[in-house]
């Protein structure tokens, strides 16, 4: 099993900066990927940005390309988004999550199978 633990959620003004961080846990020899996806109040749950665990190949969704970059620490076991350029429409509880079970760079949020609590992100505009 893999544990996520997300930080960093907070208010900020549009056109500010957030940093979210995501902390792994347990089995973390198991990741392929990881993600950060975003839901907003009756939304679906959308994927936002992917990292491969090992190599390190990134994937933006195109809303945020260009304003959000997402890193990992393999030391630390850490996974980052930070975020620039911030708007109302970002506002949404973001999630990291984990892919483990097959080497395959998704973006569908079924297909990843551990999952942190999630971070609220409010941009006032």
């Known amino acids: 099993q893999v544990q996520l633990v997300e930080s960093g959620g907070a208010l900020v003004q549009a056109g500010g900066s957030l940093r979210l961080s995501c902390a792994a846990s347990g089995r973390t020899n198991r990741i392929y990927f990881m993600a950060w996806f975003r839901q907003a109040p009756g939304k679906e749950r959308d994927f936002v940005a992917r990292i491969g665990w090992s190599g390190g190949s990134t994937y933006y969704a195109d809303s945020v390309t260009g304003r959000f970059t997402i890193s990992r620490d393999n030391v630390k076991n850490t996974v980052d988004l930070q975020m620039n350029s911030l708007k109302p429409e970002d506002t949404a509880v973001y999630y990291c999550?984990?892919?483990?079970?097959?080497?395959?760079?998704?973006?569908?949020?079924?297909?990843?199978?551990?999952w942190g609590q999630g971070t609220q992100v409010t941009v006032s505009s």
């Open positions: 999550a984990a892919e483990t079970t097959t080497p395959l760079a998704y973006t569908r949020a079924r297909n990843y199978d551990h």
